[in-house]
């Protein structure tokens, strides 16, 4: 199966959300209650407000004296606009740009798949001609690194760790350390999940973040946010508090195969602009990618059957 076909299976049920109503809103003059009711729809698959204004003003202010049987392409090109803004060069291209090694800080709450997918992007990261370092700063949880050093033997990285309950910042100074003395290309920096509103673990990534830079002058090049994409406007809270704590550079959105939300990422686009650097729709490994405005949009609103 295409990633095209993976993609679109994973939004399939947030296509089904706002089907009945793009239905509607194909061949037909705009009417307000068509516009509501796409409106609704919309902002049921968590497009939110904002966009969804934008969406609805630009839609009425293109379908006036045009050929009804458009409006659903004018809604799409809407869409791309509002989500081109957040695409950008995969990070494998930011790497190949950037000085060695190029250091990347993921964070996010508990239970998002963060150091999953980080293991993925490691050996995509590989696959790729690049040499990974692996860091279990996730000192928290015993579990978290044996996880990652599961994951290292998996893709074939080495792995630096402290013991149980160790300062995290600390193994992130032998992390790079360790990065320049090996001549690695890219560290990936696994931290514990955190509850945003959790003010002093916000403040230990803060840590974190001036040992790197005092390390690496400009270390970490990506910090790098995982978000829930059946959290929906939630997500775009978290978002936000990770953002202005630490200055998120990229995000991650994951589980979008497992809800109906998947509208969220327009929301993320319109609101925040940060780049969305990979989405996930699944366990595989090749179920994490990188982001494409125009693909994501055909996997969401296809033309229905009449």
Partial sequence: MSWFDKLRDGLGKTRQHVEASLRRLVGRELDPDTIEEVEAALLGADVGIRAVTRLMTQLQDNMRGANPAHSLDVLKVSLCQILTAVESDSLETLIRKSRKPFVILTVGINGVGKTTNMAKLGSRLKHNGLTPLLVAADTFRAAAIEQLEIWGKTIGADVIKHRHGADPAAVVFDGISAAKARGVDVVLIDTAGRLHTKVNLMDELK????????????????????????????????????????????????????????????????????????????????????????????????????
Avoid: C, W, Y
Avoid at 279 to 290: A, I, K, M, S
């Fill in 207 to 306: 840590k974190m973040q001036r040992v790197l830079n005092r390390e690496l002058p400009g270390a970490p090049h990506e910090v790098l946010l995982t978000l829930d994409g059946t959290l929906g406007q939630n997500a775009i809270a978290q978002a936000k508090q990770f953002h202005e704590a630490l200055g998120v550079t990229g995000l991650v959105l994951t589980k979008l195969d497992g809800t109906a939300k998947g509208g969220v990422l327009v929301a993320i686009a319109e609101e925040l602009n940060i780049p969305v650097r990979l989405l996930g729709v699944g366990e595989g490994e090749d179920d994490l990618q990188d982001f494409h405005a125009k693909e994501f949009v055909d996997a969401l609103v296809e033309i229905p059957a009449s």
